[in-house]
């Protein structure tokens, strides 16, 4: 026998309803669930801003001997 998909159609409220009826353990994997799902969606959002055209590993450098030289300049005078 072929397993059948079904889709439901529910609004937040009657989701809502539903989780509420979940014993404790299947809640608390329900929330572990929503909580990967919100962390990676947060995370590519955070890597997506800092993606740029604009960076080449040239400037990168310069700017890594720009702030190791005014490092070294204020461990000099100390």
Do not use: G
């Not at 909580?35 to 947060?42: D, I, Y």
């Amino acid at each position: 026998m072929t397993p059948a998909n079904y889709q439901l159609y529910l609004n937040f409220e009657q989701i809502l309803a539903l989780v509420k009826q979940l014993p404790y353990p299947e809640k608390l994997q329900l929330s572990q669930e929503l909580e990967k799902e919100t962390l990676n969606n947060k995370l590519t959002a955070l890597l997506e801003s800092f993606k740029t055209d604009e960076l080449s590993l040239e400037t990168i450098e310069q700017e890594v001997e720009a702030v190791r030289s005014e490092i070294h300049a204020r461990n000099t005078t100390n």
